[in-house]
């Protein structure tokens, strides 16, 4: 059977169990938190601000919360400038016993930092590709997926280069693909058009975020070209409202579509992008309903099986397809 790296080593596959396959543990921007620490961060609802060095026990709160409902995975696609901290998703998963798959990639809208402007996909394939079979970060964990975006400005020159980077370590490695993609913005097409050109095996590509499209024909235009599509933000009413996400998630299982779905929420145990008041006033304007890292448990999958959800489908969508995805082997 094949086994799949996590922040505390390699797991048998049919040892993950039921998987989140997009949740964070921590969501800030790295140099901003060298830099100016003082800005500290925000968690949960209602806001709280959060001192740096407390995310940790945010974390771990969380952490805790998913596994007493009975999650023994998550996918954790904290890349470069999410923060991504291998040494702190592993003292949540050593704390908790949640398991916490790492990835490499970078999560960028355009922006590169110099020293990777000066160097071509290849040399940064080389950086995803020591991640994925040397060790992230001077320590022995391993990345078991490759994460790239691509937003509102598209694919940009640079996104491209990152998305051909990320396709490169993929063919090199085996490793799979969580593309974060904008529907609004139909990225998703040129996204999957750029592995396929780079000959990475389709069926390894996830691309996160299509919930966020109310439109479950789009979703099904993605899922037939071969990718994985993540029904992953429910609560996040900013960019759909989770009665229509129910809607279209219920129209793709109608249609058969259980073996192609994720379902998790995107939800970040604390993160650096607002002010805590500017936080409570999107809160307050109903931006975010019960996001959380429970959403899935608590509220998603009771919506679905009062929708006609099998109790297969529920499996294949939290147990199987995570395991077909990660490793390319059905569970
Ligand atoms: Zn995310």
């Known amino acids: ?6 922040v505390t080593g390699p797991l048998e596959a049919a040892d993950l169990g039921t998987t989140l396959v997009h949740e964070h543990l921590l969501a800030r921007d790295e140099a901003v938190a060298f830099q100016f620490p003082q800005l500290g961060t925000t968690a949960g609802d209602p806001v709280r601000a959060v001192p740096t060095d407390g995310a940790e026990q945010v974390a771990i709160d969380c952490a805790r919360a998913i596994v007493e409902r009975g999650v023994k995975t998550i996918c954790d696609p904290a890349a470069m400038f999410l923060g991504r901290d291998v040494q702190f998703m592993r003292r949540v998963a050593e704390a908790t016993g949640l398991q916490v798959v790492a990835a490499t990639g970078i999560y960028t809208y355009d922006h590169l930092p110099t020293a990777l402007m000066t160097r071509d996909a290849d040399a940064i394939a080389d950086l995803f590709v020591h991640d994925i079979t040397e060790g992230i970060q001077g320590t022995d964990v391993k990345a078991a997926f490759i994460k790239c975006a691509a937003d509102e400005p598209g694919v940009t020159e640079n996104v491209e280069k990152v998305h051909r980077a990320a396709a490169r370590a993929s063919v090199r490695t085996g490793a799979p693909i969580m593309a974060h993609s904008r529907p609004l913005s139909d990225t998703a097409p040129r996204q999957i058009e750029i592995f396929a050109e780079e ?11 299509c919930g966020d499209s109310p439109d479950p024909a789009y979703i099904e235009s993605l899922i037939e070209r071969g990718v994985w599509a993540g029904l992953d933000r429910f609560g996040l009413e900013m960019y759909l409202p989770f009665d229509q996400r129910i809607a279209a998630a219920r129209a793709l299982l109608e249609r058969g579509r259980a073996d192609r779905l994720f ?8 993160i650096d992008w607002f002010a805590p008041e500017v936080e409570q006033q999107m809160l307050d304007a109903g931006m975010a309903i019960d996001w959380s890292m429970n959403i899935v448990l608590d509220k998603v999958l009771p919506a679905l099986r009062e929708g006609g959800m099998t109790e297969e489908q529920e499996r294949t969508m939290l147990v199987a397809n995570p395991v077909r995805w990660l490793t390319g082997e059905p569970l």
């Not at 059977?1 to 996590?6: D, K, L, P």
């Not at 990475?200 to 996160?208: E, F, G, K, N, T």
């Not at 379902?263 to 604390?270: E, G, L, Q, R, V």
């Open 263 to 270: 379902i998790s929420a995107d939800y970040c145990a604390t």
């Open 199 to 209: 000959g990475v095996d389709l069926a390894r590509v996830q691309i996160a975020h």
């Open 1 to 6: 059977m094949a086994t799949v790296e996590s």
